[in-house]
Every structure is written in structure tokens, then in C-alpha cells.
């Protein structure tokens, strides 16, 4: 086998933009099939280039059984993730998971299991990984050359999004189908950035606003606080309701500072480590010396589609994933810790209690009240 044929379960704003992704690459990738029950969602696929000869099936166990695809890449609304996922695995097809891989730790830790009992290539859509400044970022950190993490800080309010996009599904923003809000939907690729980079951490206080700036039930505004095993602390901050907003993620080190913002990345070195600074200066004010570079690397970012192909070619080689379909967990338990902090008014532990979060998850959900669907058309390449 040469070339991996995929299969597409979803084909909303998401799915119809990976399958266009799909179709223009073309080498190591064939998009042969997709399973979708809408037949405008097949009819837009139909009207993109190469996109006459994909087979259409009505549900994606029909799409398992024909025997035309290796793989699936499944994009469809968060509390379908995971049973669709597990569907896949246990028909022998290998799956690429839209972010988030479930919408709690309970039912990924269950997939989990499935998936490695299957043996089969388990990849998820983190496609901000392959941003060449967050990979320096990453390679910086765990050089240990600017010493032990001290403070960490992620603010991500640029993601302004209008009422009409929450009115435009029936899913979106509700407990019962969407899961949650701006932690589950927009934030999970600064979440596990975050963890990708800094690590996780062992403790959790967070502040959530539950339509605070939209008509919607579940959150659009989070401000967090976490502890280190290490003695540092970290911020993270999310919201769909600001403008212009700011992205900006920030790691003060013993040895300088790593910031991220505007598309450059700026490293602080300082020529005595702050611990030092600390205990030897004796002229009670001052500061070391520091030197700042921009240290923005000029290589492109291949985003979903980078994805896509290291999927295919873990398949094809055995070469490295960009993120293995596991490691989505981490977002999820930081996005489910803060919730659950909110919801109990309580500094949360890392594990947390995974029954715990889903039971007050499923109270939430089974109050969820029915929505009116405002349909428009999305610009998934213009959102982050």
C-alpha cells in the first residue's frame, strides 16, 4: 500500500474542509468516502474538484463495511466523538479524531481501551502542533536551557464568535450534543499547547461565565489558575466575547522568558538565572541583564493538512504522528477540571473523580432546552 484511502464521517464546515484538504493533496491521501445523512452537505461535496467520485454512504457503518477505506477521519459534533471512534476501531479502520477526542475523561479513557485493543493508528486533529514556533517552544522548554518553568500564561480572547454562529446548529454551545463551550470548541488546541509544552499540573481553581456575553448555557468566558508539581503557577484565560481580543502565550523560566504573540516568537535570555539573582544581589534593586531575540522560524505551517499526511504516513512507514490520538486526554482533563471547579466552587485535584464530572454533566445535558436553527453558511478557514 502506497497511498492510505480515507473515509470522512461528517461533512458540516469542518468535515467539508478536510475533505477539500484531502482531495487536493492527493499523494499518500485518496478521499474515496464519506458518510453523511445530509443530502446538501453531499451535494457541496460533490461540487468541489474530484469530489464526483467519492462515494456517498448514509451512515458510516455502511461506509465500514464496503471495504473502500482504511482509514476515517471523523468530524462530526463532540458527543459523537468517541462511540463513533470506537465504532470505527472495532470495524478495523484506523481513525483520525476531530478535536476533542469526547466531551469527558470517563468516555475517552474508554476509548482508550478499544483503541489499543484494536491496534490500529489512533491520531487527533491537532493541527496547531505543527506551527514551527510552538514546536521551538516545546524543543526550548524541554532542553532545560533556560532552567525550570516558573510561571506560565495563556490568554486566548481573539476567538470572537456572534450569536449567529452559536444559532447555526443545533448542537452548538448545548450541554446535550455540544458538551460545553469555548473549553470544548475554540480552546482545546491553546489547552493542549499548553500541556504539549509546559506539562500538566496538579491542581485547578477556574471562574466560569455560562452565557455570560451570548444566549447560549454552557461557557463562553473562563479565567483559570493551576499549580505545578514543581511550585510554579499558571493562568489561562478564554473567551468568545471580546474584542479585538489577544493570543498570547507566555513561559517565564528560571533562565528568561519564551513569548509567543502576533505570529512571532521572542526569547529572553538572562545572563544570571533569576534563582541566582535572587539570593546573591546585594543592591536590593535591580535586574540581571538580559539579551532578546526573535527567534520566529521561517519554515511553513502545513496545519491540517500536516496532519492528515504524518496520519497517513504512520500508517504507510510507521513515522511519527503529530499528535497520537491519546494524547488527547490531556486537553480534556483540564477543560473537564475547570468546569468542574466552576460548577463546585472548589479547587479540583489532578486525576479528578471522572464519574463525578460525568454524572454533573449529565444533569446539565438533560436539561438542555431545544434550540431554533438559524442556518448560515460558516467560514471554517477564517476561525482559528
Not at 15 to 37: F, M, N, P, S, Y
Not at 74 to 93: C, D, N, V, W
Not at 266 to 293: C, L, N, W, Y
Not at 349 to 377: C, G, H, N, T, W
Request: hydrophobic letters at 40%; a negative charge; one cysteine or more.
Amino acid at each position: 500500500m502506497n497511498q492510505v484511502r480515507f473515509g470522512i464521517v461528517g461533512l458540516g464546515s469542518m468535515g467539508l474542509d478536510h475533505a477539500e484538504t484531502i482531495l487536493r493533496d492527493g499523494k499518500e491521501v485518496r478521499l474515496c468516502a464519506v458518510a453523511t445523512g445530509s443530502a446538501e452537505h453531499a451535494g457541496r461535496l460533490r461540487a468541489l474538484p474530484g469530489g464526483e467520485a467519492v462515494h456517498v454512504f448514509a451512515t458510516p457503518e455502511q461506509m465500514y463495511e464496503s471495504g473502500e477505506i482504511d482509514a476515517v477521519l471523523i468530524a462530526t459534533p463532540h458527543r459523537l466523538h468517541a462511540g463513533q471512534a470506537a465504532k470505527a476501531f472495532e470495524a478495523g479502520i484506523h481513525v483520525l479524531l476531530e478535536k476533542p477526542t469526547g466531551v469527558c475523561t470517563k468516555e475517552v479513557r474508554a476509548l482508550h481501551q478499544v483503541a489499543d485493543r484494536s491496534g490500529l493508528a489512533f491520531g487527533v486533529m491537532f493541527n496547531v502542533r505543527t506551527n514551527p514556533a510552538y514546536a521551538r517552544m516545546k524543543r526550548i522548554v524541554s532542553s532545560g536551557e533556560l532552567g525550570e518553568i516558573r510561571r506560565t500564561s495563556v490568554i486566548v480572547t481573539d476567538i470572537l464568535r456572534a450569536q449567529s454562529y452559536y444559532d447555526a446548529g443545533a448542537w452548538r454551545a448545548t450541554w446535550k450534543q455540544d458538551g460545553g463551550g469555548v473549553l470544548l470548541n475554540q480552546a482545546p488546541h491553546n489547552l493542549d499547547l499548553w500541556q504539549w509544552i509546559c506539562g500538566m499540573p496538579v491542581r485547578v481553581r477556574a471562574f466560569c461565565g455560562f452565557g455570560r456575553w451570548h444566549d447560549i448555557e454552557v461557557e463562553d468566558d473562563v479565567t483559570a489558575y493551576v499549580e505545578y508539581k514543581n511550585g510554579a503557577t499558571g493562568t489561562f484565560i478564554a473567551c468568545t466575547g471580546e474584542v479585538p481580543g489577544t493570543n498570547r502565550f507566555e513561559i517565564s523560566l528560571d533562565g528568561g522568558q519564551l513569548v509567543y504573540e502576533g505570529g512571532r516568537l521572542k526569547m529572553t535570555t538572562s545572563r544570571i538565572p533569576a534563582g541566582r539573582f535572587i539570593r546573591e544581589f546585594e543592591g536590593g534593586f535591580g535586574k540581571p541583564e538580559t539579551d532578546v531575540q526573535d527567534i520566529t522560524p521561517d519554515s511553513p505551517n502545513p496545519m491540517h493538512a500536516g496532519v492528515i499526511r504524518a496520519f497517513a504516513r504512520h500508517i504507510l512507514y510507521g513515522e511519527e504522528m503529530v499528535a497520537d490520538g491519546r494524547e488527547g486526554l490531556y486537553s480534556l482533563e483540564l477543560s473537564n477540571a475547570m468546569l468542574l471547579s466552576s460548577w463546585t466552587g472548589n479547587t479540583v485535584e489532578l486525576p479528578f473523580d471522572d464519574d463525578l464530572f460525568a454524572r454533573m454533566l449529565e444533569e446539565r445535558a438533560a436539561k438542555s432546552p431545544e434550540k431554533q436553527v438559524k442556518p448560515i453558511r460558516l467560514n471554517v478557514r477564517n476561525s482559528f
